[in-house]
């Protein structure tokens, strides 16, 4: 079974950081994109950053310069380092995965979600 599973998340002050990362496991999984979005109280669910396979970044416009997306392709891990952490930060935050098996084809998966909360 092809899933993802998520940890790094608590609470942190504004202006603190935090390291989230996100590990992919599952017989023949050849990932594409591996990426982290997130949901806020009274929010939809919104991308933060993806990468690709070849290293390819993309991220929201409110994260650039603030946060930054890696990835680790022999241990199917992707990071996620989140600065100078605002208020508006606090959400859900969701593993995202793509990719290929010979036995399901192409196929998308998602975390559990670790929530990370920036409060005084």
């Known amino acids: 079974q092809v899933q993802v599973v998520e940890s790094g998340g608590g609470l942190v002050q504004p202006g603190g950081s935090l390291s989230l990362s996100c590990a992919a496991s599952g017989n023949a999984f050849s990932i594409y994109t591996m990426g982290w979005y997130r949901k806020g109280p009274a929010k939809q669910r919104e991308l933060v950053a993806t990468?690709?396979?070849?290293?390819?970044?993309n991220y929201a416009e409110s994260v650039k310069g603030l946060f930054t997306i890696s990835r680790d392709n022999a241990k199917n891990t992707v990071y996620l380092q989140t600065n100078s952490l605002k208020p508006e930060d606090t959400a859900v935050y969701y593993c995202y995965a793509d990719g290929y098996t010979p036995k399901t084809g192409y196929l998308e998966v998602w975390g559990q979600g670790t929530l990370v909360i920036v409060s005084t």
């Open positions: 990468i690709t396979s070849q290293g390819s970044t």
